[in-house]
């Protein structure tokens, strides 16, 4: 099973109003910094840097493609922007825990963020599993619920 996951419409009007309201935010943090008289290129610094985290969180996220795919007790996770590719591959077997909707307590550190959404947790899949090294790695991924029942399908037939 193949599941293909991109920003629409609703991504791209939240993606406005934000610009809109970090637009007022840094212009009211730059006229702060302009009443000092001494440093008025310090609001514009503060503002160029909140636009380049917002900016990454836009392209990591909304302009991705996200592709799930299920087959032969594997979970293949892509992410593509633009030509470049992340593609995490493990096997169903591999998974030692998944949650839906919050995230674990025991949650690996440093997962691997394959979901388009950046504020909204609730349609999120936390899965923990052991990489190749062994080591206990993380992945989040925002599937249909038939996608999820799958995985959870494949990893009680593999395990």
Not at 44 to 73: E, K, M, N, P
Not at 83 to 108: Q, V, W
Request: aromatic share 12%; with cysteine.
């Amino acid at each position: 099973m193949k599941e293909e996951l991109t920003a629409g419409g609703r991504e791209f009007i939240y993606v406005v109003i934000w610009a809109a309201i970090l637009y007022l935010a840094c212009g009211l943090i730059t006229s702060s910094f302009d009443s000092y008289g001494e440093y008025p290129f310090i609001g514009g610094i503060i503002s160029v840097l909140i636009f380049a985290a917002f900016g990454f969180f836009v392209l990591t996220r909304y302009t991705s493609r996200f592709t799930y795919q299920v087959s032969d007790g594997n979970l293949r996770i892509n992410r593509m922007i633009g030509k470049r590719n992340k593609e995490i591959e493990l096997a169903c077997a591999d998974i030692t825990d998944m949650t839906y909707g919050k995230k674990p307590s025991d949650f690996p550190k440093h997962p691997y963020n394959m979901r388009k959404s950046i504020i909204s947790r609730r349609n999120l899949l936390y899965i923990a599993y052991t990489d190749r090294e062994g080591k206990p790695s993380g992945v989040i991924i925002e599937p249909s619920e038939k996608l999820r029942r799958k995985i959870e399908k494949e990893r009680k037939k593999n395990g």
